[in-house]
């Protein structure tokens, strides 16, 4: 089922002082034009068009996200994707995978994401010039044509798409949020590729413990190219993963049967187009780290990695597994290293660079301001404790054995 609405009649604006869907509705209408899709069905061929053709991130291949909602979508949630197209051509401009669920007596309107998707940014048609004015425009067809909620959040949207601005992140009403994302761009010759674009002291260190590793019977990076082997690297990236974080009293999402039934899901079906895969770090017969991955448009998306830390004292398995994953995408002519998002500090170590991902925290009603109000307070407290080392470390280290304490 789908619709197709856009409604003119002027309102008066929102609390938070933005204007409203139906007010920035009536102009941005001689710009684009908006669909709300229910079903990928009605949408599935323009979706592969754009994907094909367009700017489009891992986090948004139909394959991702449509698996995000037959296995991770909760009970009573609708899938809202909106189709923005040109007014005066119809061509169409982007796609965005939304959702509606009630969240303790409200409801809200979010990325299709649950956890598993890093970033939240629309299905681009073409590299066009984005603007604040015109991407102001484009959201305001985008509301009109969204059903009712009491607020809107949509968090994780990053800067830029393949080098295009992100329409999202330029919107007045979007802000900075405390999250980051780091990666590296790749170029050059692959056997030189560390060095050259690594600090001196990652570069140095990689080379020593892949020395370290080699003596252990040979040192191989594993590429999972059938549907058992996919298995079983998948199998032994959940016990070393779910391991070391129990060891070091960190939440996991991997915890959850739906959330490892979608990645194994994933994973499987990448196999035949590439789109995901899962590499291991081998010495000898033992395998010291699992890196699961997805691959689009030159950028190689380092999403999950479980690490044996145990295996050789003194070494790190899991830099030793980057490195080597960077200099395998350059050998496959990939020219960016997405390290996700986090603030951990080994992506400094290696020499990745960061920016902030923006966010839109939008209250509608009453009681979308309440909500709004607490997540935007819940930020601050969070960037407030991030801010102080010491305080953060002691925050840390009570919640670690808290979860010990529940596990």
Known sequence: MASYAMRTTPTADLPDGSPSPTVAGAAATQRFTARL?????????LWLLVEAHGLCTGHQSLAWVEGIAKRLMPKGAELLVVEVNDAATGAPVMLLPLMRRRALGHTVIEWLSRGVCDYSAPLLADKRQWTTQGADA????????????????????????????????????????????????????????????????????????????EQMGGLALVEADTPALTQELFDKLLELRLKRFRELGRFDLLTQAPVVDFYRDAALRGLADGSVRVFGLRAGQDYLAVMYALIRKGTMHALLLGIDQDAVANAAPGLTMIGKLMMWSRARGLDYFDLSVGGQGYKQHIGASSSA????????????????????????????IRSRPGLFKAVQGAMRRLRRLKD
């Open 37 to 45: 899709h229910t079903s990928f069905d009605t949408v599935r061929l």
């Open 138 to 213: 484009a959201w305001a067809t985008i509301r009109s044509v969204l059903p009712p909620a009491d607020r809107i959040h949509i968090a994780g949207i990053p800067q830029q798409i393949h080098g295009a601005a992100n329409p999202l992140a330029l919107l007045s009403v979007a802000r900075n949020s405390i999250q980051i994302t780091s990666g590296l761009a790749l170029h050059g010759e692959p056997e030189t590729l560390v060095k050259r674009i690594c600090k001196s002291s990652f570069a140095k260190n990689f080379h020593k413990h892949c020395r370290r590793f």
């Open 357 to 384: 991902l923006a966010e839109l925290c939008i209250p509608i009603t009453l009681r979308g301001r309440g909500s709004t109000a607490y997540i935007r307070l819940r930020g601050k407290t969070e960037l407030f």
